[in-house]
Nanobody
Framework: QVQLVESGGGLVQPGGSLRLSCAVSENIGSFDRMAWYRQAPGKQREFVAAITSGGSTYYSDPVKGRFTISRDSAKNTVYLQMNSLKPEDTAVYYC?????????WGQGTQVTVSS
């Protein structure tokens, strides 16, 4: 069973930055796609950013230009650098990986943007 462990969440003021990490228990080169999703209270889980095995990246419109997804194959870790944070970015952020038809989720890390 693939295990994903997110870290790096916390409380930050508007305009601040955070970097989330997702440590994967297997070689991340074996996954087709790695992504971050988020879920705010009372809302559905939504896509944030993704990176494919080929290195292509994709972002949702609300985070484009502010967030950056990356990976470190040596550490089997996926990152989400979040800059210029806004109160509406407050949510639990989840790591997600896909290998063929199998998908796996992390347990989530809370990000709160508030003054």
């Amino acid at each position: 069973q693939v295990q994903l462990v997110e870290s790096g969440g916390g409380l930050v003021q508007p305009g601040g930055s955070l970097r989330l990490s997702c440590a994967v228990s297997e070689n991340i080169g074996s996954f087709d796609r790695m992504a971050w999703y988020r879920q705010a209270p009372g809302k559905q889980r939504e896509f944030v950013a993704a990176i494919t095995s080929g290195g292509s990246t994709y972002y949702s419109d609300p985070v484009k230009g502010r967030f950056t997804i990356s990976r470190d194959s040596a550490k089997n870790t996926v990152y989400l650098q979040m800059n210029s944070l806004k109160p509406e970015d407050t949510a639990v952020y989840y790591c997600h990986v896909r290998r063929r038809s199998a998908t796996y989720w992390g347990q989530g890390t809370q990000v709160t943007v508030s003054s």
